[in-house]
């Protein structure tokens, strides 16, 4: 699995189209400090309280993610399924498990969300 320096030294490599959807899931895990690093700041006076970086959460994560994006993908949105399967190629390109260099985009995004699950063993 990718360390955060080596995301955030990266980060162009992750970061998705329009809303980078990645980055605000991403900076989750991030310190205050380390947030402006990729792009994003907080609001002024907010708290924050990073998320763990380790391989459980971010799995916890791309599970959310992976079910988000699938159901997006069954309504034939294509917008928003088509960000989500960036979102779920960058949580996959941090865990270096073997769906890293997934490509294949067909149906909304369908082949990468039902590859990732059924690599996790998540019923989706």
């Not at 990729?38 to 391989?55: C, D, N, Q, V």
Request: proline share 3%; glycine share 8%; charged share 30%.
């Amino acid at each position: 699995m990718k360390t955060i320096q080596e995301v955030i030294d990266n980060y162009s490599k992750y970061a998705t189209l329009l809303d980078d959807r990645f980055g605000v899931r991403f900076a989750e895990f991030l310190s205050a400090e380390q947030i402006p690093l990729i792009g994003f700041s907080l609001k002024e006076g907010a708290a924050h309280e990073p998320i763990p970086f380790t391989r459980e959460n971010v799995l916890a994560q791309l599970e959310k993610d992976v079910r988000f994006g699938m159901e997006k993908a069954r309504d034939l949105r294509g917008i928003s399924s088509e960000l989500m399967f960036y979102v779920v190629r960058s949580w996959n390109k941090v865990l270096e498990e073997g769906l890293e260099d997934f490509s294949i985009y067909g149906s909304y995004g369908m082949p990468l969300f039902r590859e990732t699950a059924k690599k996790y063993g998540w019923e989706i």
